[in-house]
């Protein structure tokens, strides 16, 4: 099993990239068997009827699971990248804090499967969702680069 340093959530959320930090996404928990994520609804988040926008589940469920994913085959020099993200919204949130955990169904060599469900700050169930990821070697490319946590996540792509 992968161990993390003791400072890996500050590591996360240090690198979250643009649109994470957009969202206004932070991880509060990162362990091999369970990530856990949290957003402060805000206007932004809204669609035009006042209730949160479902991109936004969708958002959550992918950035957990493919956190987890990720972080679980770090240590081999891997990476993944997210093949299929299926996310249900269950019941409708305007308000308060959104909590997304995620933990991992399969963690094969070549592919993994995460779950996740989202509640809100009264402990209900608002979406639930489940990724597909693809476990990438080491030098793998993705949009013509070999993919990297060494750059600055909103660098512009080399020539």
């Known amino acids: 099993m992968t161990e993390f340093p003791d400072n890996v959530v500050e590591m996360i959320n ?17 362990l091999p068997e369970k990530f856990v994520a ?4 805000g206007d ?8 949160v926008h479902g991109g936004v589940y969708a ?12 972080l679980n085959v770090f240590s081999e ?3 993944c990248v ?5 996310t249900s ?29 989202i509640h809100d700050d009264q402990d209900r169930l608002i979406a639930t969702g489940r990724v597909r990821l693809l476990v990438l070697e080491p030098g793998a490319e993705a949009a013509g680069e070999k993919l990297s946590l060494d750059k600055d996540p909103g660098s512009e792509p080399s020539e």
């Open 44 to 51: 932004e988040h809204r669609q035009p009827y006042g209730l």
């Open 59 to 70: 958002s959550m469920v992918e950035t957990v699971c493919s956190t987890g994913a990720a």
């Open 38 to 41: 949290e957003l402060d609804i």
């Open 14 to 30: 240090e690198r979250l990239g643009g649109y994470n930090k957009l969202l206004g996404l932070r991880f509060v928990q990162a």
């Open 77 to 79: 020099g891997k990476s």
């Open 89 to 117: 919204f269950l019941r409708a949130a305007r308000t308060g804090t959104l909590r997304c955990t995620a933990t991992p169904l399969v963690c094969g060599r070549r592919s993994q499967v995460w779950d996740a469900r």
């Open 82 to 86: 997210g093949l299929d993200n299926a």
